[in-house]
């Protein structure tokens, strides 16, 4: 890649950069963890959920996440359940804006590198 090209690169990545920026501003609250719907059996012979998977007992929501490095899980109300699922979609949603400037910045950098590399090389040639 030559200087000019190098130029040309750095500028198109702070622009996109700066894009993705204003696009995690946009974004609400976070919430770390997964929001679940689940349909359960119960503990009775007799009931028809015991032979009809159409016939469980729910929705009941749960959140999971992870604490000292073991899941753990909260059953919701669905008002919660519904906020949370919000949040979490935020989230992964702020993960892959994150993701997608780290790219970007690593382009950058070695559109940078070059164009440092070339002033290094500039300012130790001697003056006429």
């Known amino acids: 890649m030559d200087i000019d090209v190098a130029h040309k690169a750095l500028k198109e990545c702070e622009l996109r950069h700066k894009a993705l920026a204003r696009r995690i501003g946009d974004i609400g609250f976070i919430w770390q963890g997964s929001v679940s719907k689940r349909y359960l059996k119960c503990g009775k012979a007799t009931c028809a959920c015991q032979r009809d998977p159409d016939s469980r007992h729910g929705p009941y929501y749960y959140w999971t996440t992870k604490v000292a490095g073991k899941s753990v899980a909260k059953k919701l109300d669905g008002a919660h359940a519904e906020l949370l699922q919000e949040w979490v ?10 993701a997608e400037m780290r790219k970007v910045s690593k382009e950058a950098l070695e559109a940078a ?15 006429e």
């Open 89 to 98: 979609k935020n989230r992964i949603e702020m993960d892959s804006i994150i």
């Open 113 to 127: 590198l070059i164009i440092a590399e070339e002033e290094q090389t500039a300012s130790k040639k001697p003056q």
